[in-house]
């Protein structure tokens, strides 16, 4: 078990250094303004990363892509029971300047404990700043795709998982419209853990085709100072959700990850307002319905956005 834990391991690993690569290159010819600035870190516990980082392009405000593959001593462990650990990954978030255009995020990984546990996570959400149904059914069916190839039951699966970690108690609303999100996926057999990771790595290679075609499509709209405004509002939800309950977050922190990489998430510029609520009617409220009560976006017959085909 060891030996096929080190084989994953070392695949893993490859896959989202390689998928870092793509998605900035991907990225960056998109923004068509901006390229990415990279640091190369070392953790002093073992391993290390490269954190990309573009800001003030033309389509993106701030991008960012971490890659890293870190070792060391776990949390847990005691001098009784000392325990190591291995994780592997991938996180990104990008916020776009313009309020037509979401944020989303992006996270694969997978850990590994004293040769003895051994595990894959991740997943994918949008979070609008107004309400495009059509990019939302676009979104989660490209991801449904992705996750039928291997097990029909992991969308649905994925997606509620989604939804309910994505949620701002203190709010009682979603952060966005979700997408999926999974942890602790792992396989008692080899080849139950091959399987896994063919599943995450079509996972991760579903971003592309999932999230571009979004901006591509909403790119040249313009937008007033009002829905800019709106935007910035959202993020403030945006970065409760994130230092409040998210557990990546948390991890990095608790195991002496590097603080600038790990709060690359945080958009450069957000905004706190006392008690603001939308107009009934408006696209803002629209929004803020669907974040009360999550519905679901793959209805029957819709097979993709028409805008895209592949």
């Known amino acids: 078990m060891a030996e096929v834990q080190r084989s994953l391991r070392s695949r893993a690993e490859e896959l989202f250094r390689k998928l870092q690569d793509e998605i900035c290159a991907t990225l960056e010819i998109l923004d068509g303004a901006e390229k990415f600035f990279q640091e190369s870190w070392s953790r002093p516990g073992g391993g290390g990363g490269r954190t990309r980082i573009l800001t003030e392009g033309a389509i993106f405000e701030k991008a960012g892509v971490n890659f890293s593959a870190v070792h060391g001593d776990a949390v847990e462990s005691t001098a009784d029971n000392p325990l190591t650990f291995f994780a592997t990954g991938i996180s990104l978030v990008l916020h776009p300047r313009s309020p037509k255009i979401p944020t989303v995020h992006a996270n ?59 949620y701002i108690k203190h709010r009682e609303e979603t952060r966005g419209i979700g997408g999926i999100f999974f942890d602790y996926f792992s396989g008692n057999t080899a080849r139950e853990r091959e399987e896994l990771f063919a599943f995450v790595q079509d996972a991760a290679h579903a971003f592309l085709p999932a999230y571009v075609p979004i901006v591509e499509k909403h790119r040249s709209e313009s937008y007033a100072e009002e829905e800019k405004h709106w935007q910035l509002l959202r993020r403030g939800r945006y970065v409760e959700f994130n230092l409040v309950y998210d557990r990546g977050t948390r991890f990095g922190l608790e195991t002496n990850g590097r603080t600038e990489s790990i709060l690359m998430s945080l958009p450069s510029v957000a905004r706190w307002e006392y008690d603001v609520h939308p107009a009934p009617g408006t696209p803002e409220a629209k929004l803020e319905a669907v974040l009360k009560q999550p519905r679901e976006w793959t209805e029957p017959g819709f097979t993709g956005w028409k805008g895209f085909s592949g």
């Open 108 to 166: 694969f990984r997978y850990f590994e404990q004293s040769d003895r546990q051994a595990w894959f996570g991740g997943g994918m959400d949008l979070t609008p700043y107004y309400l495009d149904e059509e990019d939302a059914f676009h979104f989660h069916r490209t991801l449904k795709i992705a996750c039928d190839k291997h097990d029909v039951t992991y969308y649905p699966r994925f997606k509620k998982w989604c939804d309910e970690y994505f």
